[in-house]
């Protein structure tokens, strides 16, 4: 699949209640194809009015991490997350967890940016993104688990740590698997 066909076809999603209160569908970040591909659990507020994923304070910290990451060994990557829309229970509504059937609603739609993608290296942000990810990665690429940057930058006085602790992995798994 093309990447205009991709983003004609998931812009327009209407496949479950989230993709109608969103300002835009968040799809993907960076480059197609990609050697790493970071799949995060779903869109926040900033990243639902700007239509891109990882966008917000998260994203800028997790930018740190792969800028890191990038002066160890040079690797594309793509970022996005198990659901395209920012999942809410009404317009402006506090953030919450996708349910399965909105994760497995908005499944075809990462399965298509992995197929476009062909990851050496698949990195989950957080544990819901582990646990719920459907792509078939297990044999056939590299897999990291990370802490999700939101849930670091609500560590307070232990996120400076838990930071640089994540980043330092981060570069050494990617320099592992893509070296």
């Known amino acids: 699949m093309s990447k205009a066909k991709h983003r004609k076809t998931w812009e327009a999603c209407t496949r479950c209640p989230i993709a109608q209160l969103a300002c835009?569908?968040?799809?993907?970040?960076?480059?197609?194809?990609?050697?790493?591909?970071?799949?995060?659990?779903a869109p926040g507020k900033t990243e639902d009015v700007m239509g891109k994923p990882f966008v917000g304070r998260a994203g800028k910290l997790l930018d740190y991490w792969?800028?890191?990451?990038?002066?160890?060994?040079?690797?594309?990557y793509c970022i996005s997350n198990l659901v395209a829309?920012?999942?809410?229970?009404?317009m402006g509504g506090e953030n919450r967890v996708p349910t399965a059937e909105e994760i497995n609603n908005?499944?075809?739609?990462?399965?298509e940016l992995y197929d476009m993608c062909k990851p050496r290296v698949l990195v989950f942000l957080g544990q819901t993104a582990k646990a719920e990810c459907r792509l078939p990665h297990k044999i056939l690429?590299?897999?990291?688990?990370?802490?999700?940057?939101?849930?670091?930058?609500?560590?307070?006085?232990?996120?400076?740590?838990?930071?640089?602790d994540a980043r330092s992995r981060l570069a050494k798994e990617l320099w592992s698997a893509l070296a």
């Open 24 to 41: 835009k569908h968040c799809l993907y970040r960076g480059v197609v194809p990609a050697e790493v591909l970071f799949v995060g659990e």
């Open 85 to 90: 829309c920012r999942p809410t229970d009404r």
């Open 141 to 164: 690429v590299h897999e990291i688990g990370l802490i999700h940057p939101a849930a670091c930058l609500r560590q307070g006085g232990q996120a400076a740590e838990t930071s640089n």
């Open 66 to 76: 792969i800028e890191y990451a990038k002066t160890k060994i040079d690797f594309t």
């Open 106 to 111: 908005c499944a075809p739609r990462l399965q």
